[in-house]
């Protein structure tokens, strides 16, 4: 734990003295399973690595991971299958390292280093 | 075979099979008999002690036939006497008699819960078999719960079943669930699960409630333990969990996105699991006291293709504006009854597509009447379902570009559909008709506008349209000696 911390700052360190050639990032496992994974090339497990701060310079948060998973790894046009009226859809459930993301924060959830993060559509067969 | 013939030939085997039973009814009548008449050996032995006639008498909490039936669970520590006399006297409601329901409910049966309640409006259908393994051919066409109480009655005949032929209602809710201990959702729709979500929140019953498509499988236990509206100590609703119904058009059903018989089993499996988890423990009756520890609710997924197919999420506990199990939860019983909440309208529906100008769309029949006269040589046919399905038959000619790579982004071009046009043969000329057919008749429409919008039609010189009603109407109007999926 202390060595990601660790890790992250000296990172952020880095950002403000170089500029974007070396944007430092987090390395993130995003998942997506009942159904999400069509809308992502049919990859169940993406391993990603995303800058550690939004434009405003603030740590990025799971709402940041959303959009930029829209803009960077959706492969599917049919964005609205995944945000709808600039939220996730409702019918999708946000794990964070297995728990449910209204346990940590929901959408201003801070990303740390390693993270995984599990993206659920409900299923309603039977 | 005709209709008819094929319903004799089922009412034939049907009633063969009725047969069957009733023999096995007789011969199990016959055996209990003929073990009141005898003696029991300990009575031979206590005989000198005691009047006859209260020696013979069975004084075990179970029957004498139960200790030999449940033997093999009586001695897990889990169950035990107790548990056993718990599960006898409890009363389960099945909602569903489908891919789920079907193995809960003779788990359930087999392990001898007192009262056994199933509901199902719908009748067994050919395409159920492969994964309602409780239905069988010879009753393709019966109502669901009374076929999956049949096999049921079949496997334990102690058990009392109570069948409902028909779909759960606001209407019914109330008299259906209130007789039960524990509600297990098998259904397969959003407006069923609220439904039963808040009719289990209303009478303070706990639900087991498990869903699954194509490869995948969730399951979760609800209102557990089932509190009172507004307490804390009552764990989450369906709608603590999903406040907001998915849009009616991200919903996927069985029939179209495919199910895999034993993902759907192994989930109702685990439904009758955990429901007997719950029983034994003594959950739902008066003397329950809660569990040692607090519960944590957890959602359990299910993908078979996973290198780490269970897994197993920490979940919320209630929410604190929840519409149905919050304090401030204007949810009653009355209102519920009185049809004020509509669920279908909460879970929206489809409506169909119809985008394209009645010109645009040619039926089956003319389709085949433009082939053979030969007017538009050379016009291509895109079949854009899912190559699964283009496996499976085709119309001779057809190309398949999936529908979902027209929603593909390119990243070449900047307007990103270029990409999509690979298909399209070079050497065609620019008015040769372009014809989409799908499955039913809607995404052909969506790829016929989305090929017009990029210009492909040449503004009128080039023919785009669909095959309405697409490979289904095919079928029904052309070609009848074909699969369709
Ligand atoms: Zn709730």
């Known amino acids: ?126 | 075979m005709d209709p008819i013939t094929g319903k004799i030939e089922r009412l034939k085997a049907q009633i063969s099979e009725t047969e069957v039973e009733l023999q096995q009814l007789k011969a199990q009548l016959a055996r209990l008999e003929a073990l009141l008449s005898l003696p029991s050996p300990s009575s031979e032995a206590q005989a000198n002690d005691q009047p006859t006639e209260s020696s013979r008498k069975w004084t075990w909490p179970l029957e004498e036939e139960e200790y030999t039936r449940y033997g093999r669970q009586l001695i897990l520590p889990s169950v035990g006497i107790r548990g056993q006399l718990r599960l006898k006297s409890a009363a389960i409601l099945v909602v569903g008699a489908g891919g789920l329901g079907c193995p809960a409910a003779a788990y359930l049966a087999g392990a001898g819960v007192g009262t056994l309640g199933v509901v199902d409006g719908d009748t067994v259908e050919l395409s159920n078999l492969h994964r309602q393994i409780a239905h069988n051919t010879a009753r393709v066409g019966i109502k669901k719960a009374d076929s999956l109480i049949q096999y049921c009655r079949g496997l334990n005949p102690e058990v009392r079943y109570v069948g409902y032929g028909e779909h759960l209602t606001p209407q019914n809710a109330q008299d259906v669930v209130s007789a039960y201990d524990v509600v297990l959702d098998c259904t397969d729709h959003p407006t069923s699960r609220y439904l039963i979500s808040d009719i289990c929140v209303l009478l303070g019953k706990p639900l087991v409630s498990a869903s699954a498509l194509r490869t995948d499988g969730q399951l979760i236990v609800l209102n557990n333990p089932p509190a009172t509206q507004g307490s804390a100590d009552g764990g989450p609703c369906y709608r603590c969990v999903f406040p907001k119904p998915p849009p009616a058009d991200s919903v996927v059903s069985c029939g179209e996105g495919g199910i895999l018989g034993p993902v759907v089993g192994v989930m109702g499996v685990l439904q009758a699991l955990e429901s007997i988890k719950l029983l034994a423990a003594g959950t739902g009756k008066e003397n329950y006291q809660g569990p040692g520890e607090p519960l944590t609710p957890s959602l359990l997924l299910f993908s078979a293709y996973s290198p780490t197919p269970f897994r197993s999420i920490k979940m919320r506990g209630r929410r604190s504006n929840c519409f149905a199990c919050s304090a401030s939860s204007m949810l009653t019983l009355k209102e519920l009854k009185t049809g004020s909440l509509d669920y279908v309208q909460f879970c929206g529906v489809t409506t169909p597509i119809n985008i394209l100008q009645p010109g645009e769309r040619v039926s089956a029949t003319d389709y085949k009447s433009i082939l053979a006269s030969g007017i538009n040589r050379g016009s291509l046919l895109l079949d854009v379902r899912e190559k699964e399905h283009f496996d499976i038959a085709k119309i001779p000619g057809a190309i398949n570009i999936p529908f979902s790579t027209f929603q593909t982004k390119s990243r070449s071009t900047s307007n990103g559909y270029s990409a999509h046009l690979e298909w399209l043969p070079e050497d065609v000329s620019s008015d040769t008709p372009i014809y989409v057919v799908c499955r039913v008749g809607n995404d052909s429409q969506l790829v016929a506008k989305k090929l017009k919008d990029l210009g492909l039609d040449r503004h009128g010189e080039r023919f785009i349209g669909d095959i309405k009603g697409g490979m289904k109407a095919w079928k029904l109007e052309v070609n009848q000696t074909m699969p369709f999926t």
């Open chain 1, 1 to 126: 734990m202390t060595e990601v911390m660790a890790t992250t700052t000296e990172t952020t360190v880095t950002d403000n003295t170089s500029k974007n050639d070396d944007t430092p990032t987090l390395s993130v496992i995003v998942e997506f399973t009942g159904g999400l994974e069509m809308l992502f090339s049919d990859q169940r497990r993406h391993v990603l690595s995303i800058p550690t701060t939004d434009k405003s310079g603030k740590p990025v948060t799971v709402a940041y991971l959303i959009e930029y998973l829209c803009e960077n790894t959706m492969r599917d046009t049919r964005k609205e299958l995944f945000i709808l009226d600039d939220h996730l859809r409702p019918g999708i459930l946000v794990l964070i390292n297995d728990a449910d993301w209204e346990l940590e924060g929901e959408e201003t959830y801070e990303i740390q280093n390693g993270d995984n993060i599990l993206f659920v559509s409900t299923l309603h067969g039977g």
